[in-house]
Nanobody, 117 residues
Framework: QVQLAESGGGLVQAGGSLRLSCAAS????????MGWFRQAPGKEREFVAR???????FYADSVKGRFTISRDNAKNTVYLQMNSLTPEDTAVYYC???????????WGPGTQVTVAS
C-alpha cells in the first residue's frame, strides 16, 4: 500500500502561484494513476486533475489552463503547479492514487491552500 503526504500549501495573494507536492512511499508509485482533489469549507470534495502512469493528464474545467499536474517517478512524487490563483481556489488539497483510473485507494492527509483577495 502506497502512503501519500502532501506539502507546499500556504497563503498566497490572488493572481499568485503555488506548487503542491505529493510524496509517495512504496514501489508501485510508477504504476499508479495519481489525482488531486480539493475540498472547500462547506462544500463537497471535487476533482482537480489526474495523471496516468504514462503521464497523460486530465483537468477539471475550473482549473484547465491554470493548473498543471506532473509526476517524477524517480522521486515518487506528483506535483500540482497552480497559477493565476483566485479566492475560489481556497481549499484543502488532497492527492490520491490507485491502480485504476478514477479508483483511488490511498489518500494523503491534505494541505491547506488559502488565496487572499
Amino acid at each position: 500500500q502506497v502512503q501519500l503526504a502532501e506539502s507546499g500549501g500556504g497563503l498566497v495573494q490572488a493572481g499568485g502561484s503555488l506548487r503542491l507536492s505529493c510524496a509517495a512511499s512504496g514501489r508501485t508509485f510508477s504504476s499508479y494513476y495519481m489525482g488531486w482533489f480539493r475540498q472547500a469549507p462547506g462544500k463537497e470534495r471535487e476533482f482537480v486533475a489526474r495523471i496516468s502512469p504514462s503521464s497523460s493528464t486530465f483537468y477539471a474545467d475550473s482549473v484547465k489552463g491554470r493548473f498543471t499536474i506532473s509526476r517524477d517517478n524517480a522521486k515518487n512524487t506528483v506535483y500540482l503547479q497552480m497559477n493565476s490563483l483566485t479566492p475560489e481556489d481556497t481549499a484543502v488539497y488532497y492527492c490520491a492514487g490507485g491502480f485504476r483510473i478514477a479508483d483511488y485507494t490511498c489518500w494523503g492527509p491534505g494541505t491547506q491552500v488559502t488565496v487572499a483577495s
